[in-house]
Nanobody
């Protein structure tokens, strides 16, 4: 059984930084695509960043140049480094694993419970 556990969320002011962590168990992160999604109240879940099994990365236009996705295969852990945070980055952030490498929720079968990020102006 795959389990994904996120941590690292919090409240920061605009311009600040946070680092999200997702620890996986029951499945090797290196063996499938991993991604970060976020969902703000009243909005659909949107893809933020993804990393393929070969290490290729993909970012939403809204976070390019500010966010960095990475993974530590030895620790079976996924990260999201978030810099220059904006109020519109506020939301619940989820880590996901699946067989498809893109920024849509479809195809990601394993999901964590989420960690809240709040950015104030």
């Amino acid at each position: 059984q795959v389990q994904l556990v996120e941590s690292g969320g919090g409240s920061v002011q605009a311009g600040g930084s946070l680092r999200l962590t997702c620890v996986a168990s029951g499945h090797l992160v290196v063996s499938y695509s991993m991604a970060w999604f976020r969902q703000a109240p009243g909005k659909e879940r949107e893809g933020v960043a993804a990393i393929s099994s070969s290490g290729t990365t993909l970012y939403a236009d809204s976070v390019k140049g500010r966010f960095t996705i990475s993974q530590d295969n030895a620790k079976n852990t996924l990260y999201l480094e978030m810099n220059s945070l904006k109020p519109e980055d506020t939301g619940m952030y989820y880590c996901a694993g699946g067989t498809i490498f893109w920024l849509q929720p479809l195809g990601y079968n394993d999901w964590g419970q989420g960690t809240q990020v709040t950015v104030s102006s």
